[in-house]
């Protein structure tokens, strides 16, 4: 059985984040093929082409922690019906320098996460124009717009609702299938 190490990128940096904690109900629901680490994005500082030439220790370590997974996971919330500030300056510096795209071949998929009814929908459709420039192959369906009610995950990841733990578990299964598609057609240069 092959396994794969799959980089989350929460893209919330809120310490009570609803996305940190469907991150951790997706920890509990996948297949035992998928090994999922945290890629934190809270300590990069502001994105400046000014950085090219010698990127900071910081931005170094979160490109190599990109590089060492084999596909990335997106769990992000909606800020103003788009992408949160954080995430998207995380995804700025691993997209540099030119010609050094962390993402490039990297298989992803997206999911969040917010107590409004369409759970996401526009951020995630916005991070999907994002990574479709960064070049990283992403799971077209299952989409998972998750409407959070107090109460559906707990502290410690548990979700308390049968048939969101069902849908999340397929989102996980799918994700699996994914990348073992998009690995098997264009291996890891490692
Ligand atoms: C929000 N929230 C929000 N929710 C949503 O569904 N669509 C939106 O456009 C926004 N916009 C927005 C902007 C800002 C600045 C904040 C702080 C919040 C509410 C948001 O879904 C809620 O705060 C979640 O708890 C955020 O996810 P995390 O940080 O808890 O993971």
């Not at 994914?178 to 098997?184: E, N, P, Q, S, Y």
Request: contains cysteine; neutral net charge.
């Amino acid at each position: 059985m092959s396994k794969y190490k799959v980089g989350y990128l929460v893209g919330s940096l809120s310490s009570t984040s609803i996305n940190r904690l469907l991150s951790k109900a997706l920890i509990r629901v996948a297949p035992t093929e998928l090994e999922l680490v945290e890629i934190p994005i809270k300590d990069l500082p502001l994105y400046s082409q000014d950085h090219d030439a010698d990127f900071p220790p910081v931005a170094r370590a979160f490109k190599q922690a990109i590089a060492d997974v084999d596909a990335i996971l997106f769990v992000t919330p909606e800020f103003n019906r788009s992408i949160p500030g954080g995430l998207k300056n995380a995804i700025d510096w691993a997209s540099r320098p030119w010609g050094q795209n962390s993402f490039a071949r990297k298989p992803s998929g997206v999911i969040g996460t917010s107590p409004g009814s369409i759970g996401t929908a526009v951020a995630q459709s916005q991070l999907r124009g994002v990574l479709c420039f960064c070049n990283a192959p992403l799971m077209n369906t299952v989409e998972a717009y998750i409407q959070f009610k107090p109460g559906l995950i707990t502290e410690d990841g548990q979700i308390t609702d049968e048939s969101t733990a069902d849908f999340l578990r397929n989102y996980m299964n799918e994700l699996h299938a994914f990348i073992v598609r998009v690995l098997t057609v264009l291996p890891r240069v490692t």
